[in-house]
């Protein structure tokens, strides 16, 4: 106790002002750096108990603000299996941080080990990661005082996406069993997913070149490092790394990355967009993609989650089908309520696969995945992955072909596995993803606009006294408080035609969040305004 005392003294957790508390949401901690150093530092007790309690399997912390601006900072933590905190555990994460005073810190956390019968005594193990913004070092040190003050093993992995942390985090717990994750080391990420590239591609082309914006975050090293693994001799992969300054924290997210480019629907600014180039945004942290060009006639043409979406699981659906897989394996998507109406029906009607709608939040879409043998999940801001089950991959693996065709198929399917990251949505492994579909397809980024056409939407955010009181059900497609506001939307969607439109609290700003989806650009504009002004 004393050591945790001592330790919290040196990073003192700062007093909200009015009785504001500290909240562990969709993204852990996330706020003004200046204000987290006592969160950090009381989440890596929270890490160590964990790890503690899961038999001292290693727990991952990654310190990040993803596309907020650099001044924000965040902290969250990574389960053994590289998924996201168990539910359950926000709220102790939320109690621990809050605790009134360092002697108040040291109760709660004996409290928490004796109602949830840890055992303080055996070995626990914490591995950490942190973007590159500057704040981070100090953040780091709060953390590893935390470690220190626990007596827990804990392993820095300095400057990483992401992405990279969760892999670590399964690779380290997974290491010399039989469902080794891979080797664990940064290295060790990016060998699998070169390896994996060159298998899933073979002989096929990646035709033209591919301009990646960083949004002068953590991914811009870690691609061009990336790069280097990929054998020349085997695969010509002609990327332009943009946006990928480092140096000057004040550029981070600065009108570049995936967030601009969905929120802002236009390329960045700078470098000034080549007409026609195949063109790709990653976040701040790497986890988020999304695909765009410029097109000579049309303008800005962006293909979003939703449709990085809808071309994995129409490519794994076809390649499940010629596997002679089909009736072994369940394929489904699972989607936000922020997924454009016209990619749910091409799911349904022309790919014949099942969509399943969860609340926002890269948790609750990874869950509701694991479900499937395939489950593919992006949110439409460029967040997701494809899980398969270990069914899945031994059938991969397993299964005896009959001809050249299935064996191709069967080969693709188990590369496909190693190729796209299985713990969280991953910028970089979801790009070479993506490259190896159209590769594979031989289709341009028009080829794979054609598939369908979005319906014309607006999303705003709306300011408003309490979020608090909206609730809402139905995967936060409906408002179920305050009482009646349901109606008065559900009465101005009816003016429209084809029209769809919800609100929902934001979980990471004190906003409301408004979108609406209709036939015509204008119709949608409107839409949004009028169930704006019912929120307000
Ligand atoms: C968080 C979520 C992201 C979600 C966003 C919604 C994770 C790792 N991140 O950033 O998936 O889209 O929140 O923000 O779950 P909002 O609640 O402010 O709309
Ligand atoms: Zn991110």
Redesign the pocket.
């Given at each position: 106790d004393d050591k945790i005392i001592a330790g919290s003294a040196k990073h003192p957790i700062v007093v909200l002002e009015k009785g504001g508390l500290y909240k562990y949401g969709?993204?852990g901690f996330r706020m003004k750096a200046d204000l987290l150093e006592g969160v950090t530092y009381r989440v890596g007790l929270l890490a160590s108990l964990r790890s503690r309690k899961l038999n001292s399997q290693a727990i991952g912390v990654m310190i990040t603000a993803?596309h907020n601006p650099a001044i924000d900072n965040g902290v969250k933590i990574v389960d053994p299996q590289g998924d996201?905190l168990e539910q359950e555990w926000e709220r102790h994460a939320t109690s621990l941080v809050n605790a009134a005073s360092d002697e108040e810190l040291a109760k709660i956390y004996n409290t928490l080990a004796v109602d949830l019968k840890i055992d303080l005594a055996v070995p626990a193990k914490v591995v950490y990661g942190r973007d590159t913004r500057p704040s981070g070092h100090k953040l780091v040190t709060a953390l590893a005082a935390a470690l220190d003050a626990t007596e827990t093993e804990a392993v820095d992995f300095k400057i990483l996406t992401t992405p990279q942390l969760h892999y670590l985090v399964r690779a380290t717990n997974s290491e010399g069993t039989p469902l080794s994750y891979g080797e664990v080391s940064e290295a060790g990420y990016y060998k699998k997913l070169a390896e994996a590239f060159v298998r899933c591609l073979r002989n096929r082309k990646i035709e033209g070149s591919l301009v990646v914006d960083c949004a002068n975050g953590v991914g811009g090293p870690k691609l061009t490092e990336f790069l280097k693994y990929i054998p020349k001799d085997d695969v010509s992969f002609d990327v332009k790394v943009v946006n990928d300054d480092i140096l000057r924290p004040e550029v981070l997210n600065l009108d570049s990355g995936a967030d601009f480019v969905k929120t802002k629907q236009r390329a960045p600014p700078s470098p000034k967009p080549v007409p026609g180039v195949r063109s790709c945004s990653f976040d701040g942290d790497a986890?988020r993609l999304i695909y765009y060009w410029v097109d000579p006639d049309a303008g800005f043409v962006m293909l979003d989650g939703d449709r990085i979406s809808s071309l994995a699981a129409s490519f794994i659906g076809d390649l499940v089908e010629s596997a002679g897989l089909r009736d072994d394996l369940r394929i489904g998507v699972v989607q936000t309520a922020y997924a454009n109406g016209a990619s749910t029906n091409y799911i349904r009607q022309h790919l014949k696969l099942p969509v399943i709608c969860t609340p926002?939040?890269?948790?609750h879409l990874h869950h509701v995945a694991q479900g499937f043998d395939i489950g593919v999940y992006f949110?439409a801001?460029g967040?997701g992955t494809v899980l398969f089950s270990p069914d899945a991959v031994t059938a991969f693996k397993k299964s005896e072909p009959q001809s050249p065709a299935q064996k191709d198929a069967l080969d693709t399917l188990a590369a496909l596995a190693d190729l796209i990251n299985q713990t969280v949505g991953d910028a970089l492994s979801d790009m070479l993803m993506v490259e190896v579909i159209l590769a594979h397809k031989g289709w341009t980024l028009r080829d794979w606009s054609m598939t369908y056409s979005d319906l014309p939407n607006r999303l705003v955010r709306v300011e408003v006294e309490n979020k608090d009181v909206f609730r809402t059900t139905d995967a936060e497609r409906r408002l179920s408080h305050p009482e009646g506001c349901q109606a008065e939307i559900d009465a101005e969607v009816k003016k429209f035609k084809d029209a769809r439109s919800f609100a929902r609290a934001?979980?990471?700003?004190n906003a409301m969040?408004v979108y609406a989806e209709a036939a015509t650009r204008s119709e949608a504009n409107e839409l949004a305004e009028r169930v704006a002004g019912v929120v307000r």
């Open positions: 969709t993204a993803s996201m986890d926002t939040g890269v948790k949110e801001n967040h934001s979980g990471t700003e969040r």
